[in-house]
């Protein structure tokens, strides 16, 4: 037997640290809500965001289960995910005044709650990795509720669609893990990045071109998740 020491996994925590730095930029959105600056929110839930895209893949390449078997990144992933995804847009709800006063305390709750449900099911993905149920993305909600400038009852009743749709099994696509038609799903993913960073900042002045790409990209995704859902 060797006495030649193992090589540290320096590759695998660092994926791991890259994962964590979503916690940061959730205080930074949090900070940016208190201060009632949307835009820069929106930036640093961009941010992590991003971070979640490339962490997967990342880790994939860097073989952190196998390397890293003492630290459990699906954890630390599902608690950054939950912060950034969930809490912050949570608390961006509650600040910008975007639910009824009298329903506010209730909705923000039942969304936590109801987020909370989804992230500790074990069937979370389906085989093919469509996600099982609205799958918690309130700071896209939210995003929406901001550019269209929705009214409050109107976000109010959006709230409680999406709620149910956590708990029944329509599936709803993941951008990058599901295979099939992805070379079409990642360039529309694109397209609706480009169009929200041109109407989040642009906003009272918003491009035509820019609500196009939006209508276009969306109506991919939810077309796409319908056909999916009815498929099965």
Not at 101 to 120: K, T
Request: hydrophobic share 60%; with cysteine; net charge neutral.
């Amino acid at each position: 037997m060797s006495d030649r020491p193992s090589v540290f996994p320096w590759s695998a925590w660092a994926v791991h640290l890259l994962t964590a730095t979503g916690a940061i930029w959730a205080l930074l959105a949090l900070i940016a809500v208190i201060e009632g600056d949307a835009r820069l929110c929106f930036f640093w839930l961009g941010v992590a965001l991003i971070v979640d895209g490339i962490d997967g893949p990342l880790a994939r390449w860097a073989h952190v289960k196998t390397r890293v078997k003492q630290f459990d990144g699906a954890a630390l992933d599902l608690i950054v995910d939950y912060l950034t995804y969930v809490f912050v847009p949570v608390m961006f709800v509650w600040q910008f005044d975007m639910l009824p006063q009298n329903l506010e305390l209730l909705g923000c709750s039942l969304i936590l709650l109801s987020s909370l449900h989804l992230f500790a099911k074990l069937d979370m993905k389906s085989d093919d990795n469509h996600f099982v149920g609205f799958p918690g993305i309130w700071n896209v909600a939210v995003l929406y509720f901001f550019i269209l400038e929705t009214a409050s009852w109107t976000n109010a009743a959006l709230v409680v669609v999406l709620i149910v749709l956590t708990f029944v099994p329509a599936k709803f696509v993941h951008p990058f893990r599901v295979e099939r038609l992805r070379r079409v799903t990642i360039p529309m993913s694109v397209i609706w990045i480009v169009a929200v960073v041109a109407l989040v900042y642009a906003h009272q002045e918003s491009p035509a071109w820019a609500w196009s790409l939006l209508g276009l990209s969306s109506l991919w995704f939810a077309g796409i998740s319908l056909w999916r859902t009815l498929r099965a």
